[in-house]
């Protein structure tokens, strides 16, 4: 049992009109270079617009189950209610699976949109509805990213935010969206905002893309997909590029030789080769900075955090990825976006509810709200919101669409109805906004679409809604 909220779209936190949901839209469009981001910059600050926050987007690689986390329907028929049962939050009214329970108990500090829906049930297509936040896929081209793409949230992000730092306005992590058959996929880049608005790529690990053998918040929580149970395999890497200066040099004294630009020139590759995007033209002094600044070295080297820290988040890829996120929004950047594991993770197509009971709910939990925690103790939850979302949800249907691989149940690909929680940035928590029909396979009431999802966090970054830009020849 939910809230019972008025089916208008002004539920939705920041919920645009029509009209400005158009003008967010289109900051996306072709041929937005240096001079038209100067014009939108010159323009916002006669605009009214909310003071600007950091946004940190957590992207459920693969598809979560709304069914199995936050949208539960204990009423419906076997067939599609699951083996889960939910619990009540510190909400009234508000329940969502019983194994989430710390996130449970923080209701008060979040929402849910329970009626987020697009058409399509592909994972590249999908993804690339989600992280452009369009459903126009006019220009897509499956697993070949090019220049004509619609531009990613983060690449948007990036080109119009004003830099708080001497790091990237916007940083996706740990490793971009990846299939071990299909290829990088789509919709993760600038597109036709051109290369030199590409997020920062921090492609911490290595591990090997076969994801079937390798799903999950490794190393304790890895597993293996088909089998259904615990991945022994070691083959795992999650580091950052070398940016510590040499052992015995002061860093001050040191960033007035020339010696120290030797030492970039140096590690110039290996910065590049885990952020594809840097543009060392532009900006020589921030890799200056990230040589040289102990924050953005503690920001990067969380797995030598205290031990205490690493507990609180989940000492594994999860909560590693989630304490840096936090970290870097700490020190200035103002978008992160985090692939919290990647394609398999939560594709559950079978042995989904034991892989979800012992592997991926628990350091999900965990590390979602150590970091929520984190913030509020901080003081930053106000200025920061967490959105996390997949590429669709799953469908209502339990069955097993391959009996000779998995040996128990799972759910399929679902465009039409997803759940997304947000948390902070302003906007107020323990309530529902939208719902799902009896079976959870559409909206029934407050539809929200990925162009609304997108808005959202533009409008939290003080991106203005009457923003537009203009091409070579001055059109509008």
């Given at each position: 049992m939910t809230h019972s909220t008025p089916t208008t779209a002004s539920n939705l936190p920041h919920a645009p009109t029509r009209r400005q949901l158009l003008q967010a839209g289109s900051i996306g469009l072709m041929g937005l270079g240096m001079a038209d981001v100067a014009r939108l910059r010159a323009q916002a600050a006669g605009d009214s617009v909310t003071k600007p926050r950091s946004v940190i987007f957590i992207f459920l690689t693969g598809g979560a189950s709304q069914h199995d986390t936050f949208d539960m329907?204990?009423?419906?028929?076997?067939?599609?209610?699951?083996?889960?049962?939910?619990?009540?939050?510190?909400?009234?009214?508000?329940?969502?699976?019983?194994?989430?329970?710390?996130?449970?108990?923080?209701?008060?500090?979040w929402s849910l949109v329970?009626?987020?829906?697009?058409?399509?049930?592909?994972?590249?297509?999908?993804?690339?509805?989600?992280?452009?936040?369009?459903?126009d896929k006019t220009p897509f081209r499956s697993s070949r990213p090019h220049g004509n793409d619609w531009p990613s949230i983060a690449a948007v992000a990036g080109a119009m935010t004003s830099g708080r730092s001497n790091l990237a306005n916007s940083?996706?992590?740990?490793?971009?969206?990846?299939?071990?058959?299909?290829?990088?996929?789509?919709?993760?880049?600038?597109?036709?905002?051109?290369?030199?608005?590409?997020?920062?790529?921090?492609?911490?690990?290595?591990?090997?893309?076969?994801?079937h053998a390798f799903s999950g918040a490794f190393p304790g929580y890895l597993y293996n997909l088909h089998r259904g149970n615990?991945?022994?395999?070691?083959?795992?890497?999650?580091?950052?590029?070398?940016?510590s200066l040499p052992e015995g040099v002061f860093a001050p004294r040191f960033r007035k030789r020339v010696e120290l630009l030797n030492i970039v020139e140096r590690q110039q590759q290996q910065l590049e080769d885990a952020a594809a995007s840097a543009d060392y033209g532009r900006s020589r002094q921030g890799v200056v900075s990230l040589l040289a600044d102990p924050g953005v070295r503690d920001a990067f080297n969380v797995r030598k955090s205290d031990p205490k820290t690493l507990q609180r988040y989940g000492n594994n890829s999860f909560g590693w990825s989630l304490l840096m996120a936090r970290r870097l929004v700490a020190l200035g950047v103002n978008m992160v976006q985090v692939n919290l594991g990647n394609m398999g993770t939560w594709d559950l197509h079978g042995n989904a509810f034991p892989l979800a009971k012992n592997f991926?709910?628990?350091?999900?939990?965990?590390?979602?709200?150590?970091?929520?925690?984190?913030?509020?103790?901080?003081?930053?939850?106000?200025?920061?919101?967490?959105?996390?979302?997949?590429?669709?949800?799953?469908?209502?249907?339990?069955?097993?669409?391959?009996?000779?691989?998995?040996?128990?149940?799972?759910?399929?690909h679902w465009g039409p109805c997803q759940t997304v929680m947000i948390a902070g940035g302003g906007v107020a928590g323990g309530r529902v906004i939208g719902s799902s029909d009896k079976s959870g396979a559409y909206p029934a009431s407050d539809v929200q679409t990925p162009e609304s999802f997108a808005s959202t966090i533009y409008h939290a970054l003080g991106i203005p809604r009457s923003a537009h830009w203009h091409d070579a020849a001055d059109r509008p």
């Amino acid at each position: 049992m939910t809230h019972s909220t008025p089916t208008t779209a002004s539920n939705l936190p920041h919920a645009p009109t029509r009209r400005q949901l158009l003008q967010a839209g289109s900051i996306g469009l072709m041929g937005l270079g240096m001079a038209d981001v100067a014009r939108l910059r010159a323009q916002a600050a006669g605009d009214s617009v909310t003071k600007p926050r950091s946004v940190i987007f957590i992207f459920l690689t693969g598809g979560a189950s709304q069914h199995d986390t936050f949208d539960m329907k204990p009423e419906g028929p076997s067939e599609f209610r699951g083996e889960f049962s939910p619990i009540h939050t510190a909400t009234p009214g508000i329940e969502i699976c019983e194994h989430f329970p710390r996130l449970a108990r923080q209701s008060d500090r979040w929402s849910l949109v329970r009626s987020l829906s697009h058409p399509d049930n592909g994972h590249q297509t999908g993804t690339y509805i989600m992280l452009t936040g369009r459903r126009d896929k006019t220009p897509f081209r499956s697993s070949r990213p090019h220049g004509n793409d619609w531009p990613s949230i983060a690449a948007v992000a990036g080109a119009m935010t004003s830099g708080r730092s001497n790091l990237a306005n916007s940083i996706v992590l740990p490793e971009k969206v990846v299939h071990s058959q299909q290829g990088v996929f789509p919709g993760q880049f600038a597109g036709k905002l051109g290369a030199h608005h590409e997020p920062w790529f921090l492609d911490m690990t290595d591990k090997p893309h076969g994801y079937h053998a390798f799903s999950g918040a490794f190393p304790g929580y890895l597993y293996n997909l088909h089998r259904g149970n615990h991945s022994d395999r070691d083959d795992w890497r999650f580091a950052v590029p070398n940016i510590s200066l040499p052992e015995g040099v002061f860093a001050p004294r040191f960033r007035k030789r020339v010696e120290l630009l030797n030492i970039v020139e140096r590690q110039q590759q290996q910065l590049e080769d885990a952020a594809a995007s840097a543009d060392y033209g532009r900006s020589r002094q921030g890799v200056v900075s990230l040589l040289a600044d102990p924050g953005v070295r503690d920001a990067f080297n969380v797995r030598k955090s205290d031990p205490k820290t690493l507990q609180r988040y989940g000492n594994n890829s999860f909560g590693w990825s989630l304490l840096m996120a936090r970290r870097l929004v700490a020190l200035g950047v103002n978008m992160v976006q985090v692939n919290l594991g990647n394609m398999g993770t939560w594709d559950l197509h079978g042995n989904a509810f034991p892989l979800a009971k012992n592997f991926l709910f628990p350091p999900t939990d965990l590390a979602i709200s150590a970091l929520l925690d984190d913030l509020t103790e901080s003081g930053m939850l106000e200025e920061t919101m967490v959105v996390i979302a997949g590429e669709f949800g799953r469908t209502p249907r339990i069955f097993n669409g391959a009996p000779n691989v998995y040996k128990t149940v799972g759910r399929g690909h679902w465009g039409p109805c997803q759940t997304v929680m947000i948390a902070g940035g302003g906007v107020a928590g323990g309530r529902v906004i939208g719902s799902s029909d009896k079976s959870g396979a559409y909206p029934a009431s407050d539809v929200q679409t990925p162009e609304s999802f997108a808005s959202t966090i533009y409008h939290a970054l003080g991106i203005p809604r009457s923003a537009h830009w203009h091409d070579a020849a001055d059109r509008p």
